[in-house]
T-cell receptor
Framework: ETGVTQTPRHLVMGMTNKKSLKCEQH?????MYWYKQSAKKPLELMFV???????ENNSVPSRFSPECPNSSHLFLHLHTLQPEDSALYLC????????????FGSGTQLSVL | GDSVTQMEGPVTLSEEAFLTINCTYT??????LFWYVQYPGEGLQLLLK?????DKGSNKGFEATYRKETTSFHLEKGSVQVSDSAVYFC????????????FGSGTRLSIRP
């Protein structure tokens, strides 16, 4: 148990659906991250939040919309996704932004049909 | 830009075999280097790290030595167990930009009893 919980574990959605991924951390950390894990590709950093403010946005399409209502919760809102967006989406946290040790959740396996 | 290249998997070994997973990196500065491990159905966990040249990181019988001259950080274990079956990610973090950890594409390791 790493203290970072993601729901749902699996999600299948059509290209016109709207869905949200949820991440919750119970570690008292100040920074939270979204990563995309695709087969045979490096992990891609999507968004970083520090103290509930977005500090990085790595050229992610606008069909992905993050939200951080407080330091314990992070959402990724999904809208009109493409099949190539199918991947494992991982949430992570660290004590502070810039800390080298990340704590990851188990991920949401997303399939876009 | 900075990058991490690791050997493609899957790697399949018998129990008690010697393990090497190769990792090389490209960086403009003097990064910290990491190995993360992802067990089935779980998120990534930090396995070991090294912060400067010739440092050796070790944990759970795994070792990796920071080799600046060859820009490498190969992961080794003398005698693998079935429980070591997982995906292993090599990663780096530039000290001047510690907010971003750059991951490799992962190497899947399967150990046969």
């Amino acid at each position: 148990e790493t203290g970072v919980t993601q729901t749902p574990r699996h999600l299948v959605m059509g290209m016109t659906n709207k869905k949200s991924l949820k991440c919750e951390q119970h570690l008292g950390h100040n920074a939270m991250y979204w990563y995309k894990q695709s087969a045979k590709k490096p992990l891609e950093l999507m968004f970083v939040y520090s103290l509930e403010e977005r500090v990085e946005n790595n050229s992610v399409p606008s069909r992905f919309s993050p939200e951080c209502p407080n330091s314990s919760h992070l959402f990724l809102h999904l809208h009109t996704l493409q099949p190539e967006d199918s991947a494992l989406y991982l949430c992570a946290s660290s004590q502070d932004w810039g800390e080298e040790k990340l704590f990851f959740g188990s991920g949401t396996q997303l399939s876009v049909l | 830009g900075d990058s991490v290249t690791q050997m493609e998997g899957p790697v399949t070994l018998s129990e008690e075999a010697f393990l090497t997973i190769n990792c090389t990196y490209t960086a403009t500065g003097y990064p910290s280097l990491f190995w993360y491990v992802q067990y089935p159905g779980e998120g990534l966990q930090l396995l070991l790290k090294a912060t400067k040249a010739d440092d050796k990181g070790s944990n759970k019988g795994f070792e990796a030595t920071y080799r600046k001259e060859t820009t490498s950080f190969h992961l080794e274990k003398g005698s693998v167990q079935v429980s070591d079956s997982a995906v292993y990610f090599c990663a780096l973090s530039e000290k001047s930009s510690a907010s971003k950890i750059i991951f490799g594409s992962g190497t899947r390791l399967s150990i046969r009893p």
